[in-house]
């Protein structure tokens, strides 16, 4: 298996609170990407990284910020947490134009 | 905006029995197409990946096809196990270091 955690596994916050997860990889792989699953939309790619503090928008970033600042780990941050960011959220890695790994997944709700 | 769609959403089958899953997609452009299964409560796992250039992948008793030009692909599932059960999941990887398109799954169940 890819090299791929994520913390926390699980978090339940409240309305209005500030929320980071954390994305750590050991395959020294340059994209690094936040989706998050919904029943009824799937996965949607929220933002992605290709390199250090090299990040840009995905399809679905309002409400979120991410941040690179090593290779080995990807933050995803909501400002100011809503019950909308209720979801599962997952982290994947790929070297390039290439096979994409995730890992476990983040189940977020939002109180 | 490129838009990935799988069908069946849901199927049901006894064990033993070969099966297909389809995908198909808006925009030919691709760089490659991968797989994944998903059990309940889990992360992804990648089964097949098949560039742009290739026809076809085979991983044991898997075979995913893509055919490029009609946004289609399929993959194949034989002598179907109760342990294939999950929902299995189509993604495309456009040009650019943006990530993914996914359809929303095929959910297999495959009774003993």
């Known amino acids: 298996d890819a090299g791929i955690t994520q913390s926390p596994r699980h978090k339940v916050t409240e309305t209005g609170t500030p929320v980071t997860l954390r994305c750590h990889q050991t395959?020294?792989?340059?994209?690094m990407y936040w989706y998050r699953q919904d029943p009824g939309h799937g996965l949607r790619l929220i933002h992605y990284?290709?390199?250090?503090?090299?990040?840009d928008k995905g399809e679905v970033s309002d409400g979120y910020s991410v941040s690179r600042s090593k290779t080995e780990d990807f933050l995803l941050t909501l400002e100011s947490a809503t019950s909308s960011q209720t979801s599962v959220y997952f982290c994947?890695?790929?070297?390039?134009?290439?096979?994409?790994?995730f890992g476990q997944g983040t189940r977020l709700t939002v109180v | 905006k490129q838009e990935v769609t799988q069908i069946p959403a849901a199927l049901s089958v006894p064990e033993g029995e070969n099966l297909v899953l389809n995908c198909s997609f808006t925009?030919?452009?691709?760089?490659?197409l991968q797989w994944f299964r998903q059990d309940p409560g889990k992360g992804l796992t990648s089964l097949l990946l098949?560039?742009?250039?290739?026809r076809e992948q085979t991983s044991g008793r898997l075979n995913a096809s893509l055919d490029k030009s009609s946004g289609r692909s399929t993959l194949y599932i034989a002598a179907s196990q109760p342990g294939d059960s999950a929902t299995y999941l189509c993604?495309?990887?456009?040009?650019?270091?943006?990530?993914?398109?996914f359809g929303k799954g095929t959910h297999l169940i495959i009774q003993p």
């Open positions: 925009d030919s452009a691709i760089y490659n």
């Open positions: 990284s290709y390199g250090v503090k090299d990040t």
């Open positions: 395959e020294n792989h340059r994209y």
């Open positions: 994947a890695i790929s070297a390039s134009v290439t096979e994409a790994f």
């Open positions: 098949i560039q742009s250039s290739q």
């Open positions: 993604a495309v990887k456009g040009g650019g270091a943006d990530g993914l398109t």
